[in-house]
């Protein structure tokens, strides 16, 4: 198992970023953009060499993409509806995702095998996100899956609100009337005409 470590962007995922080990070692290149139709992430190695591609095939609100090793398909994957937990199927790898959008981490299993486990990290006031994969075999599509993972954790990201509760509505001299007695006037019938 390697743990690696990708720098979070606060926009969408535009330009480069350096994918490193624990020791600082620049290990992968991530480059790419999305929004529209035909966009891709590819993941290179150091030395320029193209391990793997995620292309967005359709828009929407449960957008499609391809996964790419190298230059052959090996995979789908679509957003699932979900609310906390969600549970994503990527066909041709079968490999599930089990994650908490409110956490933004999440587990990839082939089988009961752990592929890879991805989360956020804060160090020196910089947001990283954690990779730990379990063999490097798997790194490169990992990587590109993780981009995705990012990209809706981000998109779909939420707070709980707490509201602070409403005060009791005020009349006016509500509190005289409450707090005194109240005089009650009998009317005799000989008051009434």
């Known amino acids: 198992m390697r743990d690696?470590?990708?720098?979070q962007h606060s926009s969408d995922l535009?330009?480069?970023?350096?994918?490193?080990?624990?020791?600082?070692?620049?290990?992968?290149?991530?480059?790419?953009k999305w929004g529209?139709?035909?966009?891709?992430?590819?993941?290179?190695?150091?030395?320029?060499?193209l391990l793997s591609e995620i292309k967005q095939l359709t828009l929407g609100m449960l957008p499609k993409f391809a996964i790419?090793?190298?230059?052959?398909?090996?995979?789908?994957i679509s957003k699932s509806f979900g609310f906390f937990r969600e549970v994503i199927y990527i066909r041709?790898?079968?490999?599930?995702?089990?994650?908490?959008t409110l956490r933004e981490s999440y587990?990839?299993?082939h089988g009961s095998q752990l592929i890879f486990s991805f989360h956020p990290e804060d160090d020196n006031n910089l947001q990283f996100?954690?990779?730990?994969?379990?063999?490097?075999?798997?790194?490169?599509?990992?990587?590109?899956?993780a981009s995705v993972l990012d990209h809706w954790a981000r998109r779909d990201n939420f707070r709980i609100m707490t509201v602070p509760p409403v005060p009791s509505p005020r009349f006016r001299n509500s509190e005289a009337f409450f707090n005194h007695p109240m005089k009650i006037k009998r009317i005799k019938k000989s008051d009434n005409p």
């Open 4 to 7: 690696l470590f990708i720098r």
């Open 14 to 32: 535009r330009g480069a970023s350096v994918v490193k080990d624990e020791n600082g070692e620049s290990l992968y290149l991530v480059i790419g």
């Open 36 to 49: 529209i139709q035909k966009d891709v992430i590819s993941v290179y190695s150091m030395q320029g060499e």
């Open 68 to 76: 790419f090793k190298g230059s052959e398909q090996v995979g789908t």
């Open 92 to 100: 041709g790898l079968n490999w599930i995702i089990v994650g908490n």
């Open 107 to 109: 587990r990839v299993y």
């Open 129 to 145: 996100n954690q990779l730990t994969v379990c063999s490097e075999e798997y790194e490169a599509l990992s990587i590109a899956v």
